[in-house]
């Protein structure tokens, strides 16, 4: 008996101890499946929640979803579409979001101290370009006699806000303020608007400490109007005209309400539109995490800009859950055209650039020229020295995280190390503007003063 009780507890001492080998092994499992199979991150973090506005250069965040770029890393993404601007940056800021296509200005003007306050952190810029302004058509009649015409009979690009003037002029003269919309007060949409305007000596308002409208001393009275209800609100003549992305100008053609007059790439050439945000507590709780979304996002700008995809990337933003317009409309500036009048559709290649001419990193210079367009409109109500720029922007935006990302994936063969910039985070000065100042993101101060409309900077000590 003891012999058999004896071979009884053998049995059972090797199945316990197999039991716990397997156990170990599924933990070991359950480790190894958030770490990416091609980056071998730890991801800290693998399931997460992104938001969005409805606009076509929300692309890559659709792409990364849809050809597995987020898998690839060991991360499982749910993406949602956000009713405003407002609801995006709350809900990132309260945690609700883990990251969010975002206006380019919103996490400068928090870290500045331009409305909700927070420290956000930007290492993906999302794309260049993608804006246009739009006139009702009424307006566009009053306008199109002072454009000047080409050979062809066509208005000739890019269209000056001075053909607009004699129409603004002509409603102050009948009591009526003219009114516009942009989509929030620190989006590239307002800047991009109020530079075109001033470029043509109308003034397009002050904001002040005390008074957050933007509107004072204005020529032209700009209210914010979320992008999807752009349209409908120009069709029912709250507003006259607007600046917004994509698809929402081509949308008024092709519901024949309104022309665009112009678009952001003739206001300042390869301009940065979008970028992709994250709080600083999010990236330092969770660094890895934060690179493999990086990485996920430039595979899916350069996928964006080989040759032969627009049109299923088309395809993907016109489901219901992305963007959810008519394909038509998606595809006039999705693959390298623009209509104004309908009928004058002309090539645009660069209307949407989501990977060339570096897209995707984020420049210090880009962040600059927001931070001087606040400081220029009175969003940042006192003068700041010239280092207080540079410094600012540097807790912002986070080229090092980027730079880590893209390296990993010229390691995996995704890049070339010849498509990584060589920079030191500042583009050279340019004067691709519409009134073709000269931007120099180093001398901040003399670029704000150079404007005759706008705020003057005074020089102030340097930051201690």
């Known amino acids: 008996m003891k012999t058999v009780y004896l071979k009884i507890v053998i049995i059972m001492t090797a199945m316990t101890l197999m039991s716990c080998g397997g156990e170990k092994k599924k933990q070991i499992a359950a480790s190894d499946s958030s770490v990416s199979g091609s980056s071998k991150l730890l991801i800290e973090k693998p399931q997460l929640t992104f938001g969005f506005i409805k606009l076509t250069d929300m692309a890559p965040l659709a792409i990364a979803k849809e050809k597995g770029f987020f898998e690839d890393e060991g991360l499982f993404v749910s993406i949602e579409a956000q009713s405003n601007w407002k609801n995006v940056l709350d809900r990132v800021i309260d945690g609700q979001l883990d990251g969010s296509h975002m206006l380019a200005g919103q996490p400068i003007a928090a870290g500045a101290g331009f409305g909700r306050q927070a420290d956000l952190v930007t290492p993906f810029s999302m794309d260049l370009n993608g804006n246009g302004i739009t006139v009702s058509n009424d307006v566009w009649s009053k306008m199109k ?5 080409g050979e062809d009979g066509k208005p000739i690009h890019p269209i000056s806000a001075k053909a607009l003037k004699p129409v ?14 942009m989509v929030f007060p620190v989006s590239t949409h307002n800047y991009e608007i109020r530079y075109w305007l001033a470029a043509a000596g109308i003034n397009p308002g002050m904001y002040s400490k005390n008074n957050i409208q933007g509107q004072i001393d204005a020529d032209v ?3 914010v109007t979320p992008p999807p209800q752009m349209p ?24 024949g309400i309104g022309v665009p007059v112009t678009t952001n790439y003739d206001i300042w050439k390869n301009n940065p539109e979008k970028v992709f945000v994250m709080t600083k507590k999010f990236v330092e709780q969770y660094p890895n995490t934060a690179t493999a979304v990086t990485k ?3 595979r899916a700008g350069k996928w964006l800009d080989t040759p032969g995809n627009r049109k299923e990337a088309v395809k993907i933003l016109s489901m219901p859950e992305y963007v959810g317009a008519d394909e038509v409309v998606l595809a006039n500036s999705m693959t390298g055209t623009f209509e104004f009048e309908k009928g004058d559709k002309r090539e645009m290649p660069d209307f949407n650039v989501f990977y060339r001419y570096h897209a995707t990193y ?9 931070l001087t367009q606040m400081r220029r ?5 006192e003068s700041k020295p010239a280092d207080w720029y540079h410094s600012k922007i540097k807790e912002i935006y986070r080229p090092d995280i980027w730079i880590k990302a893209a390296n990993l994936l010229v390691e995996e063969g995704y890049l070339e190390s010849s498509e990584l910039p060589k920079t030191d985070g500042y583009k050279p000065a340019t004067t691709d503007f519409i009134d073709g100042k000269k931007y120099d993101a180093k001398d901040p101060l003399g670029y704000i003063n150079s404007f005759s409309i706008g705020n003057k900077e005074t020089e102030v000590p340097s930051i201690q």
Do not use: H, R
Request: charged share 15%; hydrophobic share 40%.
């Open 362 to 370: 984020p420049f210090y210079s880009d962040g600059i020229w927001f």
């Open 145 to 149: 006699p002072n454009v000047p015409v």
């Open 232 to 255: 409908a609100t120009l069709e029912a003549g709250t507003i006259y005209g607007y600046c917004v992305g994509e698809p929402w100008n081509q949308q008024a053609v092709f519901k």
């Open 377 to 381: 409109w009175g969003q940042i109500p």
């Open 296 to 298: 996920a996002l430039i």
């Open 221 to 223: 009275l700009l209210s």
């Open 168 to 181: 603004i002029e002509s409603y102050k003269n009948e009591g009526k303020p003219f009114k516009m919309g």
